[in-house]
């Protein structure tokens, strides 16, 4: 979501669209390889998820500043729902519209006032979370779930909505009870993965730690249990059965479970975690991979596998929720969950023939997805709005 932030950003500020772009807070530079600019002063205001408010008309992220006694724990939470509200509320006195770019963050619909506010959908998590109560998280659960109520309500009051695939749309419309509002515009892949150094796979095998001739699984993402890693792990076990594979995942930490299940089942030695990647460490996994495997159980769009795709990789991915509609037919999509059929779809890629036909279709099909049309097409949804 800060990538859809950033990306969606530049291309409004930097494209002739009628109209500019002002930040209610700055973005950080977390997917970026440098730290990004500010916005300008403008008529038009963009509520930046996952980075909070500045204070006064300094710089400062409310959620690192230590708060004094039992506040010190929760002050993210109270960056999230007092520090940055309060920053939008005033911005919004200034502009003609309000765009929030994280469906998380819909409670801020509240402090716009009478501006008409548009809302990008990026999943109905919140939903499917509150449809299923674990009972075993105890008050910490019990505030969660209030929290995400609040956002659920507010998010019925916004004005139009974007999501990133017409499966969303019809998700979400499902949900509201009408699509009058929603519009599909689809995300953008960045020109920077179809460009990357011809050594970028040695040296990310080197730095990783990775045979030159091993057979390198990617997982790309949080490792939370929608992703379904356990399943990326035992089919990295069932390859290693005839092959030397190795499994590199970045952006994320394995949970205690899954680190179980690694040691369990002999992995230790062959699995390389990057918790933490920049853009340039990102594009060198793509690089230095043999294949994407993303069998994750729900996804709205699924940035890595156009990213995959833009990269060179081929993909397998379960082609749930909107990740089928994104590949459009250029990834092998296993239905199930049954961790032969990925192994059965990875051992596919030994044919060249095979392998390469998947990269040509990848290739073409990532050119379909720019930043460049993603502004253009939410500009759309604004104009009728002003």
């Avoid at 403008?42 to 230590?66: C, F, L, M, N």
């Avoid at 019925?156 to 509002?181: C, H, M, P």
């Avoid at 159980?297 to 699924?302: A, I, S, V």
């Amino acid at each position: 979501m800060d990538k859809y932030a950033h990306r969606l950003h530049d291309w409004l500020e930097s494209s002739e669209l009628g109209f500019q772009v002002r930040l209610a807070a700055h973005i950080g530079a977390l997917t970026r390889d440098s730290v990004g600019r500010r916005g300008n002063k403008t008529e038009y205001s963009s509520d930046i998820g996952k980075v909070y408010a500045r204070w006064w008309t300094q710089p400062v992220d409310p959620s690192r500043v230590v708060l004094p006694g039992p506040l010190h724990g929760p002050q993210q939470w109270a960056a999230r729902y007092y520090f940055y509200p309060w920053r939008v509320k005033r911005e919004a006195k200034r502009v003609d519209l309000v765009h929030v770019l994280d469906h998380s963050y819909a409670h801020m619909i509240e402090t716009a006032g009478r501006r008409p506010v548009v809302v990008t959908v990026h999943d109905l998590m919140p939903v499917v979370v509150l449809r299923s109560p674990t009972g075993g998280g105890g008050w910490r659960e019990g505030v969660r779930n209030r929290f995400l109520r609040q956002a659920l309500k507010a998010l019925r009051q916004a004005d139009a909505y974007i999501v990133g695939t017409q499966w969303l749309k019809f998700e979400l419309a499902t949900w509201l009870g009408s699509d009058k509002n929603i519009s599909v515009v689809p995300f953008g892949v960045d020109r920077a993965f179809y460009g990357e150094s011809t050594v970028a796979r040695e040296r990310g095998r080197r730095d990783w730690r990775i045979p030159d001739d091993a057979f390198v699984v990617l997982h790309v993402g949080s490792t939370v249990d929608r992703k379904n890693v356990p399943l990326v792990i035992q089919t990295v076990a069932r390859l290693r059965q005839h092959a030397d594979a190795y499994l590199l995942q970045v952006g994320g930490h394995f949970s205690a479970e899954q680190e179980q299940l690694i040691n369990r089942l002999d992995l230790r030695r062959v699995v390389r975690s990057v918790a933490s990647a920049d853009e340039t460490a990102l594009r060198r996994a793509y690089r230095a991979a043999d294949v994407l495997l993303f069998p994750s159980l729900y996804e709205g769009f699924g940035f890595p596998v156009l990213e995959a795709f833009a990269s060179g990789l081929p993909v397998v991915t379960s082609g749930a929720g909107g990740l089928k509609e994104v590949a459009g037919g250029a990834a092998v999509v296993v239905e199930g969950r049954d961790r032969g059929d990925y192994v059965q779809a990875l051992e596919r890629l030994d044919d060249p023939e095979e392998r390469e036909e998947l990269v040509q279709r990848g290739w073409a099909r990532a050119r379909e997805f720019t930043w460049q049309k993603t502004a253009a097409l939410t500009a759309d949804v604004y104009k009728p709005l002003f």
